[in-house]
């Protein structure tokens, strides 16, 4: 496949490392408080991404790991430490509120269909990890320490900048922030490796180390996660386009003055949701997340459907009425699967055209809008269901939108309406052929003039909490 390469700005063709097999890294969620869907709009075509190279064949290893310290509100290792500010909002521990948002991000996955990767790592899990890597960087004169601190010297570097050229003003990060520049720093672009002269004084989580009482930056830990557990070499690092400075740009200043080789071959960023105020994030308007767009009604699969329609290396702007239009899709698309008959057999040979032209905007830098559109030709084909919905069950391999589940759900809802006619008067009603027989006495009550009993049937139903309209030829129920 051919994917779009930030490290080297072009689309390159997709070799991994051992072949066959794909090692797969992503930064995962700092866990101070929900994720907001802007977060998840990476997550989600990450695993499209894992879902699309296990399609076509790789065995994919991914790690993620779990931000649990050292995350500053500014990534450049100014402001405030986000777990500490999440644990004091709280007014609980920093491992509890740890815990609690690990199992929230994992849950809005699940509904959004995100798989979760193989190996899940908390930050503070591999301190000693961080300890040995460090201490190698100090050996090698990549590291120094200064004011109590141990910083990383972007100075040894001979190319530091790998996603973008920033100038000075970009850096000026603390500056930006109102924040006070660090004094310790020999360059401007060094970072925090290891804090132990922490300007948070109740810190709540610190460890022993060879330079004192502390506790890790953030970025060191996924280079120290990720080698872990995938080795020297890593084929795909994930992430969104936020992270690539400076995190990003940090992991690979750690790596490879570690490794003392290239690390990471490709690296794939996916860019902001944006609102119509501008990018999304905690701290500025509506804070969006899966729960609240579950409370204004909405399938957190209405939201998948509505990332997939764009490409990830784009911006995509987030509004009520988009995501409505979206689930005015999405229901159309499940109904006319839900619609499809079963004629034919499932593996017709005419349908192989139809999966090649699926794969094939894939395998171009994911194309998942085009991809849809390959799935609506499918629909419109002179293929029989049966064929049409075998490669609607492989496409949604990698979609993730359960569209078979959905279709067999409206399906069922459907046959669950039950009717039952006597004399020309039909009953419609929700599948209780019990109180299709009492709203059919009613109406009989009704013809025969019997309004007492009438209203004694009505009462009655309206104390089961059934509401009965009367239509032209008959009644229709419905539970309220
Ligand atoms: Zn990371």
Redesign the pocket.
């Known amino acids: 496949m051919k994917l779009y390469n930030s490290a080297t700005h072009r689309k390159e063709e997709f070799v991994p490392h051992v072949p066959g097999k794909v090692s797969m890294y992503t930064?995962g969620p700092t866990v101070y408080h929900f994720a907001h869907i802007g977060n998840l709009r990476s997550y989600i075509m990450e695993d499209i991404l894992e879902k699309y190279l296990r399609y076509i064949g790789y065995e994919v290893t991914r790690v993620m790991?779990i931000t649990d310290v050292g995350h500053l509100s500014s990534d450049a290792d100014t402001g405030e430490d986000k777990m500490l500010k999440g644990a004091q909002r709280e007014h609980k521990s920093v491992m509890e509120i740890a815990q609690f948002y690990t199992d929230a991000f994992f849950a809005d996955c699940e509904k959004l269909r995100i798989r979760r990767p193989e190996i899940v790592q908390p930050a503070t899990g591999m301190i000693d990890a961080y300890i040995r890597v460090i201490s190698r960087l100090l050996e090698t004169g990549y590291a120094y320490q200064a004011g109590g601190n141990v910083y990383y010297d972007t100075s040894k570097l001979e190319r530091y900048y790998i996603f973008n050229e920033h100038d000075e003003e970009d850096l000026a990060v603390g500056v930006r922030e109102g924040v006070d520049a660090d004094e310790n720093k020999r360059n401007k672009t060094d970072f925090v490796l290891w804090f132990t002269k922490s300007k948070f004084e109740d810190q709540a989580l610190k460890w022993d180390s060879p330079w004192g009482v502390g506790y890790p930056g953030w970025?060191i830990e996924?280079s120290c996660i990720c080698i872990h557990y995938l080795g020297e070499y890593l084929d795909i690092h994930c992430?969104g386009i936020d992270?690539a400075f400076p995190?990003?740009t940090n992991?690979i200043a750690q790596s490879e003055a570690y490794l003392g080789h290239p690390w990471c071959k490709y690296w794939m960023h996916v860019h902001h949701l944006n609102t119509q105020n501008g990018k999304m994030s905690k701290s500025s308007g509506e804070f969006l997340t899966v729960s609240l767009l579950e409370e204004k009604g909405f399938d957190p699969l209405v939201y998948r459907f509505f990332c997939l329609q764009s490409h990830y290396r784009k911006g995509l702007t987030f509004s009520w009425e988009n995501l409505e239009n979206a689930r005015a899709a999405y229901d159309k698309l499940v109904a006319r699967i839900a619609s499809l008959d079963t004629d034919g057999a499932p593996d017709d040979p005419e349908a192989a055209p139809y999966e090649e032209a699926f794969r094939q905007p894939l395998g171009n830098d994911l194309n998942t809008s085009l991809a849809i559109t390959r799935l609506y030709d499918v629909l419109k084909s002179e293929l029989g269901g049966a064929a049409k919905r075998a490669l609607i069950a492989q496409f949604d391999q990698v979609l993730g939108l359960d569209l078979l589940e959905k279709a067999a759900r409206k399906q069922a809802e459907q046959a669950q309406v039950s009717v039952t006619a006597s004399a020309g008067y039909t009953v419609t009603g929700e599948g209780d052929p019990e109180v299709d027989a009492l709203v059919l006495q009613r109406a009989e009550a009704k013809k025969a003039k019997n309004f007492a009993e009438a209203d004694r049937i009505r009462d009655l139903l309206k104390g089961q909490g059934i509401e009965v309209s009367d239509v032209p030829g008959g009644a229709v129920w419905r539970r309220v």
Do not use: F, I, K
Request: hydrophobic share 0%; aromatic share 0%.
């Open positions: 930064c790991n970025h996924c992430g992270n995190h990003h992991e």
